[in-house]
Protein backbone atom coordinates (compact mmCIF):
# COMPACT_ATOMS: atom_id res chain seq x y z
CA UNK A 1 0.00 0.00 0.00
CA UNK A 2 1.19 3.38 -1.02
CA UNK A 3 0.53 6.90 0.74
CA UNK A 4 0.79 10.18 -1.15
CA UNK A 5 3.59 12.29 1.08
CA UNK A 6 3.99 15.70 -0.79
CA UNK A 7 5.14 14.45 -4.03
CA UNK A 8 6.33 11.26 -3.31
CA UNK A 9 4.81 7.97 -3.19
CA UNK A 10 5.76 6.19 0.65
CA UNK A 11 5.34 2.37 0.55
CA UNK A 12 3.26 1.93 3.71
CA UNK A 13 2.62 -1.99 3.72
CA UNK A 14 4.91 -4.48 1.63
CA UNK A 15 3.31 -7.80 -0.18
CA UNK A 16 1.68 -8.63 2.99
CA UNK A 17 -0.59 -11.93 2.90
CA UNK A 18 -2.45 -13.99 5.56
CA UNK A 19 -4.83 -15.77 6.29
CA UNK A 20 -7.22 -15.53 10.31
CA UNK A 21 -9.40 -18.77 10.98
CA UNK A 22 -12.89 -18.07 12.31
CA UNK A 23 -12.51 -17.18 16.21
CA UNK A 24 -8.92 -17.35 15.89
CA UNK A 25 -7.14 -14.43 18.50
CA UNK A 26 -4.26 -12.46 16.18
CA UNK A 27 -2.05 -9.67 18.09
CA UNK A 28 -0.32 -7.58 15.38
CA UNK A 29 2.86 -6.25 17.17
CA UNK A 30 5.77 -4.70 15.96
CA UNK A 31 7.68 -1.19 16.43
CA UNK A 32 6.27 1.98 15.86
CA UNK A 33 5.60 2.78 12.37
CA UNK A 34 5.96 -0.85 10.73
CA UNK A 35 2.56 -0.47 9.78
CA UNK A 36 0.16 -1.94 11.96
CA UNK A 37 -2.75 0.76 12.15
CA UNK A 38 -2.46 1.00 9.12
CA UNK A 39 -3.29 -2.87 8.11
CA UNK A 40 -5.58 -2.92 10.68
CA UNK A 41 -7.42 0.14 8.74
CA UNK A 42 -7.56 -1.87 5.62
CA UNK A 43 -9.12 -4.87 7.08
CA UNK A 44 -11.87 -2.43 8.74
CA UNK A 45 -12.18 -0.89 5.12
CA UNK A 46 -11.33 2.30 6.61
CA UNK A 47 -8.55 2.73 4.06
CA UNK A 48 -8.14 1.19 0.85
CA UNK A 49 -4.91 -0.50 -0.53
CA UNK A 50 -3.16 0.86 -3.97
CA UNK A 51 -2.76 -3.35 -4.73
CA UNK A 52 -4.18 -6.31 -3.73
CA UNK A 53 -7.38 -7.56 -2.21
CA UNK A 54 -8.89 -7.87 1.25
CA UNK A 55 -11.62 -10.98 1.78
CA UNK A 56 -13.64 -11.19 4.80
CA UNK A 57 -15.97 -13.97 5.02
CA UNK A 58 -15.76 -14.67 1.29
CA UNK A 59 -16.59 -10.80 0.27
CA UNK A 60 -14.38 -8.71 -1.66
CA UNK A 61 -14.19 -5.39 0.37
CA UNK A 62 -11.83 -4.12 -1.57
CA UNK A 63 -14.11 -4.13 -4.42
CA UNK A 64 -17.44 -2.35 -2.29
CA UNK A 65 -18.34 1.15 -3.09
CA UNK A 66 -18.49 3.38 0.46
CA UNK A 67 -21.33 3.00 1.27
CA UNK A 68 -21.76 -1.09 0.65
CA UNK A 69 -18.59 -1.12 2.53
CA UNK A 70 -20.25 0.98 5.62
CA UNK A 71 -22.83 -1.41 5.29
CA UNK A 72 -20.89 -4.72 5.54
CA UNK A 73 -18.84 -3.28 8.22
CA UNK A 74 -21.45 -2.72 10.26
CA UNK A 75 -22.99 -6.34 9.95
CA UNK A 76 -19.72 -7.73 10.26
CA UNK A 77 -16.98 -5.58 11.83
CA UNK A 78 -16.61 -4.51 15.52
CA UNK A 79 -13.66 -1.83 15.56
CA UNK A 80 -12.41 -0.62 19.35
CA UNK A 81 -10.35 2.22 19.32
CA UNK A 82 -7.57 3.64 21.28
CA UNK A 83 -9.29 6.60 22.22
CA UNK A 84 -12.40 5.73 22.90
CA UNK A 85 -14.82 7.74 19.78
CA UNK A 86 -17.46 7.93 21.58
CA UNK A 87 -20.14 10.36 20.84
CA UNK A 88 -19.64 12.98 23.62
CA UNK A 89 -23.53 14.48 23.06
CA UNK A 90 -24.94 10.93 23.64
CA UNK A 91 -24.76 8.61 27.09
CA UNK A 92 -23.28 5.79 27.53
CA UNK A 93 -26.46 3.70 26.73
CA UNK A 94 -27.09 5.61 23.57
CA UNK A 95 -23.13 5.34 22.69
CA UNK A 96 -23.99 1.39 22.75
CA UNK A 97 -27.11 1.57 20.90
CA UNK A 98 -26.63 3.35 18.41
CA UNK A 99 -25.00 0.47 15.78
CA UNK A 100 -28.18 -1.18 15.85
CA UNK A 101 -30.20 2.17 15.03
CA UNK A 102 -27.86 3.05 11.98
CA UNK A 103 -29.01 -0.57 10.54
CA UNK A 104 -32.38 0.23 10.97
CA UNK A 105 -32.99 -2.39 13.80
CA UNK A 106 -34.67 -0.13 16.34
CA UNK A 107 -33.22 1.51 19.77
CA UNK A 108 -30.97 -1.42 20.77
CA UNK A 109 -31.71 0.13 24.29
CA UNK A 110 -32.17 -3.48 26.32
CA UNK A 111 -29.45 -5.27 24.06
CA UNK A 112 -27.27 -1.80 25.47
CA UNK A 113 -28.46 -2.46 28.93
CA UNK A 114 -27.50 -5.67 28.50
CA UNK A 115 -23.43 -5.77 27.57
CA UNK A 116 -23.30 -2.46 29.57
CA UNK A 117 -24.63 -4.64 32.60
CA UNK A 118 -21.71 -7.33 31.68
CA UNK A 119 -19.01 -5.30 31.23
CA UNK A 120 -19.97 -3.78 34.62
CA UNK A 121 -21.07 -0.52 33.96
CA UNK A 122 -24.67 -0.73 35.36
CA UNK A 123 -24.70 2.50 37.07
CA UNK A 124 -23.15 4.33 34.17
CA UNK A 125 -26.38 4.11 31.50
CA UNK A 126 -27.32 7.28 31.27
CA UNK A 127 -23.75 9.33 31.77
CA UNK A 128 -21.94 11.41 29.22
CA UNK A 129 -18.49 10.39 28.02
CA UNK A 130 -17.50 13.46 29.93
CA UNK A 131 -18.52 11.74 33.36
CA UNK A 132 -16.93 8.50 32.63
CA UNK A 133 -13.02 7.66 33.58
CA UNK A 134 -11.07 6.77 30.89
CA UNK A 135 -11.67 3.07 31.51
CA UNK A 136 -15.36 3.40 31.41
CA UNK A 137 -15.08 5.02 28.65
CA UNK A 138 -13.21 1.86 27.11
CA UNK A 139 -15.82 -0.30 28.48
CA UNK A 140 -18.36 1.81 26.40
CA UNK A 141 -16.89 1.26 23.08
CA UNK A 142 -16.12 -2.38 24.32
CA UNK A 143 -19.98 -2.83 24.15
CA UNK A 144 -20.76 -0.67 21.61
CA UNK A 145 -18.26 -2.93 19.09
CA UNK A 146 -19.89 -6.21 20.32
CA UNK A 147 -23.49 -4.84 20.21
CA UNK A 148 -24.30 -6.05 16.36
CA UNK A 149 -22.40 -9.64 17.27
CA UNK A 150 -20.19 -8.93 14.89
CA UNK A 151 -18.00 -11.89 13.45
CA UNK A 152 -14.75 -10.04 13.45
CA UNK A 153 -13.79 -7.67 16.18
CA UNK A 154 -10.69 -5.20 15.58
CA UNK A 155 -9.04 -3.73 18.28
CA UNK A 156 -6.41 -0.82 17.97
CA UNK A 157 -4.17 -1.04 21.15
CA UNK A 158 -7.22 -1.60 23.25
CA UNK A 159 -5.50 -0.53 26.51
CA UNK A 160 -2.87 2.43 25.02
CA UNK A 161 -4.73 4.69 27.04
CA UNK A 162 -4.86 2.99 30.50
CA UNK A 163 -3.12 2.36 33.46
CA UNK A 164 -1.94 -1.12 33.66
CA UNK A 165 -4.73 -1.98 36.11
CA UNK A 166 -7.44 -0.50 34.14
CA UNK A 167 -5.96 -2.10 31.40
CA UNK A 168 -5.95 -5.25 32.49
CA UNK A 169 -9.64 -5.24 33.54
CA UNK A 170 -10.23 -4.17 30.00
CA UNK A 171 -8.53 -7.21 28.76
CA UNK A 172 -9.84 -9.45 30.63
CA UNK A 173 -13.76 -8.14 29.15
CA UNK A 174 -12.43 -8.50 25.51
CA UNK A 175 -11.63 -11.53 26.34
CA UNK A 176 -14.34 -12.34 28.04
CA UNK A 177 -16.42 -11.03 25.20
CA UNK A 178 -14.53 -12.64 23.01
CA UNK A 179 -15.65 -16.07 24.37
CA UNK A 180 -19.48 -15.45 24.31
CA UNK A 181 -20.02 -14.44 21.37
CA UNK A 182 -17.08 -16.74 19.12
CA UNK A 183 -15.73 -13.72 17.36
CA UNK A 184 -12.72 -13.48 15.73
CA UNK A 185 -10.23 -11.65 17.33
CA UNK A 186 -7.72 -9.28 15.60
CA UNK A 187 -5.69 -6.51 17.79
CA UNK A 188 -3.14 -4.17 17.38
CA UNK A 189 -0.98 -3.63 20.50
CA UNK A 190 2.68 -2.50 21.88
CA UNK A 191 2.10 -4.81 24.91
CA UNK A 192 3.66 -7.90 24.92
CA UNK A 193 2.25 -9.59 27.59
CA UNK A 194 -1.23 -8.97 26.12
CA UNK A 195 0.20 -10.47 23.19
CA UNK A 196 1.04 -13.52 24.64
CA UNK A 197 -2.20 -13.87 25.39
CA UNK A 198 -3.43 -14.27 21.90
CA UNK A 199 -3.32 -17.40 19.60
CA UNK A 200 -1.15 -16.25 17.46
CA UNK A 201 0.92 -13.29 16.57
CA UNK A 202 1.71 -11.70 13.64
CA UNK A 203 5.33 -9.10 13.46
CA UNK A 204 5.62 -6.46 11.33
CA UNK A 205 9.07 -4.51 10.81
CA UNK A 206 8.91 -1.89 7.93
CA UNK A 207 5.59 -2.57 6.13
CA UNK A 208 6.81 -6.62 6.03
CA UNK A 209 5.85 -9.70 7.80
CA UNK A 210 9.23 -11.22 9.71
CA UNK A 211 7.37 -13.39 11.89
CA UNK A 212 4.36 -15.21 11.75
CA UNK A 213 3.73 -17.65 14.79
CA UNK A 214 1.63 -19.85 16.49
CA UNK A 215 1.36 -19.81 20.29
CA UNK A 216 0.65 -23.39 22.32
CA UNK A 217 -2.79 -23.03 23.43
Do not use: C
Amino acid sequence: MQLSAGNHAVQILHDISFEVSAKQVLAIVGPSGSGKSTLLGLLAGLDHPTHGSIHIHGTNITTLAESAMAHFRRQHIGYVFQAFHLIPTLTAIENVALPLELQGLGTGEERAKSLLQAVGLEKRFHHYPIQLSGGEQQRVALARAFISQPPLLLADEPTGNLDSTTGNLVIDLLWQLHEQHDSTLILVTHDRTLAARAQRILTLQDGAIVHDTALPS
